[in-house]
Structures are given as structure tokens and as C-alpha cells.
């Protein structure tokens, strides 16, 4: 039987983290365009080092859409962004208002 609805349910619990990340990145960024940059940030981070630790733990065909390249590539290249996200977030003085 074929679904030809345009609305498909993911197929493997990496298909549900990939959108559970995707909803954390959109949330971060409303956050950061209501003017909370750093929490935004944070939150766009966190969501990364969550697909970071599924892509890790799931295996290659339970990945789902979190699978890009080989295992340890998508892990180091999500943890480095989610971490540098995080890390750009506390680092960065506040700016005195003009």
C-alpha cells in the first residue's frame, strides 16, 4: 500500500531526534531574534551535542536522517559545533549599550 499523504512519520528513532534537533535550532533562533543571543545560542548548541550523542549511540540504519557520513565524522563535526555554540555563548562580553 502506498502513502501518498504529504505528511510522512519519521522511520527510525534517528528520523525523531533529527526533528527534536530541528525544533531545538528553530526555538534558538526565535530566542536570538527576540534579542536573548546567548541563551539562542545555547539552545542551537544543546540541540547539536543531543544529535552528537544519538548519532553515537544509534546504529548506522537506526541513524536515520542524523547519518550524513561515516559514524565518527558526524559525531566529531556536531560536537564541535554544538560545543564552539555553547563556548561562543559564554565567552563573549557583554557590549555596553550605545
Known sequence: MRDDSPFR???TLGGLVYLAVLVAALVGLGIVLAGAWRTGLS???VGLLVAAFF???LSERGAGM???RRKWSDVLMLTVAGVALIVLSVVVPN????
Open 95 to 98: 557590549q555596553p549599550s550605545a
Open 9 to 11: 512519520r519519521p522511520q
Open 43 to 45: 539552545w542551537i548548541g
Open 55 to 57: 548519532r553515537l549511540v
Open 66 to 68: 542524523l547519518r550524513v
